[in-house]
Nanobody, 127 residues
Framework: QVQLVESGGGLVQAGGSLRLSCAASGRTFSSYAMGWFRQAPGKEREFVASISWSGGNKFYGDSVKGRSTISRDNAKNTVFLQINSLKPEDTAVYYC????????????????????WGQGTQVTVSS
């Protein structure tokens, strides 16, 4: 089992930045690729970003591409998501997820590829 706990959400003004963290416990963190997804009210959950187990490969959803950075610190069992130039449409609950390396290489953009999920952290961007 892998337990994931997100933090860093909150209320921020449009144009600001936010850094989300996801702390993992349980099995070996470095053997898991990680992803961030978000779900806005009334909308389906969407892919935000993913990072390979080594941190060498990163992918971003179109909605945040160019203004976000995903990173990880395997020594601290933590994955981060930095989003800059926040917009009101970034308002959502942000979830981190873990994907076992046993599934093989993937961009990790699909929800069903992930084995474990956190409870989410609310991000609200005011205009």
């Amino acid at each position: 089992q892998v337990q994931l706990v997100e933090s860093g959400g909150g209320l921020v003004q449009a144009g600001g930045s936010l850094r989300l963290s996801c702390a993992a416990s349980g099995r070996t963190f470095s053997s898991y690729a990680m992803g961030w997804f978000r779900q806005a009210p009334g909308k389906e959950r969407e892919f935000v970003a993913s990072i390979s187990w080594s941190g060498g490969n990163k992918f971003y959803g179109d909605s945040v591409k160019g203004r976000s950075t995903i990173s990880r610190d395997n020594a601290k069992n933590t994955v981060f998501l930095q989003i800059n130039s926040l917009k009101p449409e970034d308002t959502a609950v942000y979830y981190c997820a873990a994907r076992s390396s046993q599934r093989g290489p993937s961009r990790g953009v699909l929800q069903y590829e992930y084995d474990y999920w956190g409870q989410g952290t609310q991000v609200t961007v005011s205009s």
